[in-house]
């Protein structure tokens, strides 16, 4: 089966200016998550949607950040505007229902703000 | 979300195996200890996870202390490709999401 897709791999804008990252989950995945990890600091929760329904987003840093699951299947989080400390690497997560069922993570944004 | 405890970093020689640990000493009866591992330039890869019982797949053997306050990853046969930071997470029953700390850092040397 694909595997969890990220878009763009790479993203360099200036702050001000507003960037999409978007996330396609393996087929099925009722469950998106979305984390980041800043600079030298550790691997962060942001939100989680069930389908297109936003379960949990304590994790929002605050309300540049937009995260959408139109139709439950891809996502996008909308970062406007940028702000240098939003640099980082953005990961999406998709998982199956139920107890236990892992999280299949894609390989990132990397998204640099200058 | 319980807190784990886990080395810095630990070295490994090829072919070897290599056990890494961690400490959960205030885990509660429905925390799931999972596994992940991060190699470099890609994300969080699912490894492994368990309750109570011992648990081996393709990729490793985790063994949890008959008190559940500590677990062991155990990777039978060191590879280089195994290089990458392998996190220790406590995963609550009911709760979907992951708490990353800042893992153990194995280095396999050929």
């Known amino acids: 089966e694909a595997g969890v897709t990220q878009f763009p791999s790479h993203s360099v804008i200036e702050k001000g200016q507003t960037v999409t990252l978007r996330c396609d989950p393996i087929?099925?995945?009722?469950?998106l998550y979305w984390y980041r990890r800043v600079m030298g600091k550790e691997i962060k929760f942001l939100l989680h949607f069930v389908k297109e329904s936003k379960q949990d987003e304590s994790g929002m840093p605050n309300n540049r950040f937009l995260a959408e699951r139109t139709g439950g299947t891809y996502s996008t989080l909308k970062v406007q505007p940028a702000e240098l400390e939003d640099s980082g690497v953005y990961f999406c997560?998709?998982?199956?229902?139920?107890?236990?069922?892992?999280?299949?993570f894609g390989n990132g944004t990397r998204l640099t703000v200058t | 979300d319980a807190k784990t405890t886990q080395p810095n970093s630990m070295e490994s020689n090829e072919e070897e195996p290599v056990h890494l640990p961690c400490n959960h000493s205030?885990?509660?009866?429905?925390?799931?200890i999972h596994w992940y591992r991060q190699l470099p330039s890609q994300g969080p890869e699912y490894v492994i996870h368990?309750?109570?019982s011992n648990v081996n797949n393709r990729m490793a053997s985790l063994a949890i202390a008959e008190d559940r306050k500590s677990s062991t990853l155990i990777l039978h046969r060191a590879t280089l490709r195994d290089a990458a930071v392998y996190y220790c997470?406590?995963?609550?029953?009911?709760?979907?999401?992951?708490?990353f700390g800042k893992g153990t850092l194995l280095t396999v040397n050929p």
């Open positions: 087929s099925g995945h009722d469950n």
């Open positions: 205030t885990i509660s009866g429905t925390d799931y």
């Open positions: 997560a998709s998982s199956h229902s139920g107890l236990g069922s892992p999280l299949h």
């Open positions: 368990g309750l109570t």
């Open positions: 997470i406590l995963r609550r029953g009911s709760n979907y999401k992951l708490t």
